[in-house]
């Protein structure tokens, strides 16, 4: 699976942003997708996660109730809503998928998956 991310920038705190990845080489509908970030001199962390049908999600309680991941199968893509972005989100994000063989699994932990995307940096000014 290749992942390719898109949609990082810079933004006021406050506003929102989309964050794309878009994967080729394996039919979306059988890998469990997620974000992860890592901002300057911290370790990388779980922000949400998806699992292969969509139906299922999870989220870092840092982010809960202002991010929403979703996907789309049909389009090969996972995508990260980002509202109410706050200075502390700040970070590059990436994209991760894992060949799942439950449909309804959800995977936190970045050892969990064996693909990742390049990273598209987000940057939130205060």
């Known amino acids: 699976v290749q992942l390719q991310a898109s949609g990082g920038g810079l933004v006021q705190a406050g506003e929102s942003l989309r964050l794309s990845c878009a994967a080729s080489g394996r039919p979306f509908m059988y890998v469990a997708t997620g974000w992860f970030r890592q901002a300057p001199g911290k370790e990388r962390e779980f922000v949400a996660g998806?699992?292969?049908?969509?139906?299922?999600?999870t989220y870092a309680d840092s982010v809960k109730g202002r991010f929403t991941i979703s996907k789309d199968n049909a389009k090969n893509t996972v995508y990260l809503q980002m509202n109410s972005l706050e200075s502390e989100d700040t970070a590059v994000y990436y994209c991760a998928a894992k060949e799942a063989s439950s449909v309804y699994s959800v995977y936190s932990k970045a050892y969990e998956y064996g693909y990742w995307g390049q990273g598209t940096l987000v940057t939130v000014s205060s």
């Open positions: 998806i699992s292969r049908s969509g139906s299922v999600t």
